[in-house]
C-alpha cells in the first residue's frame, strides 16, 4: 500500500525555521510530482511548493525566497525548509504526490495525513 507519511511539524516563534520531511513508501513505480499544500484553519488548501521529476519547482509567492523544498530520490522523501516564518504560515501541511504504480495505467495522487505547523510567539 502506498503511504505519504510527513513529519517535521511543531510550534516555532515568529521568525524561526522548521524542516519538513515526507517519505513515500509502498509499491511506486515512478514519483513525476512531490511537494507541499497547506490549509489553514477556515480556508482552502494551497500550494505552497512542488518538485518534478526533472527538479523543475514551483512555489507560492508567499513563500518565495523564505521556503526551499528539495528531495532525495533514493529515500524518496522531499523535504521543506521554512525559514523566516510568519504567524500567517500556521497550517496543516500535507504532503502530495503524482505517482506511477502500475505500467499502463494512468498516475495517481495521493496525500499524506498533515503535519501541524504553528507560527506563535
Known amino acids: 500500500q502506498v503511504q505519504l507519511v510527513e513529519s517535521g511539524g511543531g510550534l516555532v516563534q515568529p521568525g524561526g525555521s522548521l524542516r519538513l520531511s515526507c517519505v513515500a513508501s509502498?509499491?511506486?513505480?515512478?514519483?513525476?510530482?512531490i511537494g507541499w499544500y497547506r490549509q489553514a484553519l477556515g480556508k482552502q488548501r494551497e500550494l505552497v511548493a512542488t518538485?518534478?521529476?526533472?527538479?523543475?519547482?514551483n512555489y507560492a509567492n508567499s513563500v518565495k525566497g523564505r521556503f526551499t523544498i528539495s528531495r532525495d530520490i533514493a529515500k524518496r522523501t522531499v523535504y521543506l525548509q521554512m525559514n523566516s516564518l510568519k504567524p500567517e504560515d500556521t497550517a496543516v501541511y500535507y504532503c502530495t504526490a503524482e505517482l506511477g504504480l502500475l505500467l499502463s495505467t494512468p498516475n495517481e495522487r495521493w496525500w499524506g495525513q498533515g503535519t501541524q505547523v504553528t507560527v506563535a510567539s
Open positions: 518538485i518534478t521529476s526533472g527538479a523543475s519547482t
Open positions: 509502498g509499491s511506486i513505480l515512478s514519483i513525476y510530482e
